[in-house]
């Protein structure tokens, strides 16, 4: 008999919901709702780099879109879901009450951004960051050793402190935190006791300084010594976690009469965006895995032998778990690159808020990519070229920085739109090349790269841009909803399906769609624009 699963993925802007057939991997339906009240801007301030989500958008999005999946089946696939698992973005931590609720769903912080998620890509924990940083080189363990030795502000514990450093209205209230990838499947299953929640072992490694080698979490010792404010945590959390192919528990009585599912509906323990569209993109020992969105998460997973002792400099983790059972997850990303081409775009598009006619806005706004991405690909690759880096919103990996910014040099009078875009296209592959380089720089075997994501699906200019500069083949998985099919083909194991996650890629995987091989003579010239852009980005420093 046929049994069913559904992955849900949690990306920045919406939440898609997709009904898989674990046997045969068939992708049954699918649904795909925006954040409401993200859409509407509320809660940010981009000035600030401010970024919130209410956890009201959440639910809405997860009530919408597994209902509306299931009104496009019929009853023998309703009747036949097994299990329920969930990505998110990340680190997109929240404020919590002794009961395990969101201070924003308390009605005296409804609205306070503070008292919501904060999203990844929020950078308003920069100072603390920095303290973390500074004290963990004096402390007798480097607790950021295993985050590649630097502790970022896109990370639970800066975001924590800055929270309670800068609203003291919270501080009462603030029982313990929990990631947005934990905080669902908690939900679900009706146990949000932040003591009993199942922590993922993937936000928990990359993101909180976790490890077995220590015992947890950093010792409370070193969390007061950074800031006294931080007791409030003491004892309060957690020191075991688990891989996504535990499972949480069953969907309790209340989602499940809201969803229309039974009660024997199995939740796997919550996992990251990136780490799921690895899996679901079929991930293996050797590739790269290319999350493209606003953002990029690149992911590698490693046999525990080869990685040894070995410590990576620099990027965003090394986890035990975190991807594959068994394997070493290694992650690394840049902090922006389809948000520098949206941020392109939208300086582009500053004269439409000049005129009203709808039709026109709407036209040039839905192709002004594509004609940019059409022009330049007719232009030539030059050792004189603009080179321009990716630092727009800060530097992820190498070596995180939240201090930088973008520059570009090379500007005349005789600088187009089509260069410029050009030029910032190029950076967002320099950008990643410079990952790639630090991997192999620490003996980490790259053979090809999968890319994943909207930017990959869409911008065929963009990915062999990238080709040509990493000088390495990139493959495109046919899946549309990688990350939702990554949790998935979890929800089997979770299900019982499959015993293991290797069964499960090679019934649920499905394969790729296409195909980029590097231009030989455009590699060669990227590979001196390539030093232009270290050059640039040491200056720029």
Known sequence: MDKFVIGIDYGTDSVRAVIINAISGERIAVSVKTHTLWSEGKYCDPAKNQYRQHPKDYIEGLTYTITEALSKCDNSVVENIISINIDTTGSTPVLVNQDGVPLALLPEFSENPNAMFVLWKDHTAIKEAEEINALAKTWDVDYTKYSGGIYSSEWVWAKMLHILRHDESLR????????HCDWMPA???GNTNPKEIKRSRCAAGHKAMWHEEWGGLPSNEFLTTLDPLLNIFNNQLYTKTYTSDTCVGNLNQEWATKLGLSTHVKVGV???????GAVGAEIKSGALLKIIGTSTCDIMIVPQQEIDNKLIPGICGQVDGSVVPNYIGLEAGQSAFGDIYAWYKDLLLWPLSLIEDAVVKEKIENEIIEKLSE?????PVTENDLIATDWLNGRRTPNANQMLKGSITGLTLGTTAPKLFKALVEATAYGSRAIVERFKENDININEVIALGGVAKKSAFVIQTLSNVLN????????YETCARGVAMYG???????????????????GVEKEYVPDPIKAKVYDENYKAYLKLGSSTE
């Open 172 to 179: 009462e209230q603030s029982f313990s935190w929990v990631e």
């Open 187 to 189: 939900l679900l299953t």
């Open 270 to 276: 919550g996992l990251f965006d990136a780490h799921a």
């Open 375 to 379: 022009e330049a690909s007719k232009l």
């Open 472 to 479: 390495l083949p990139i493959k495109v998985p046919k899946s």
């Open 492 to 510: 089997a194991i979770v299900g019982g399906v499959y015993s293991n996650l290797e069964d499960a890629q090679k019934n649920m995987g499905r």
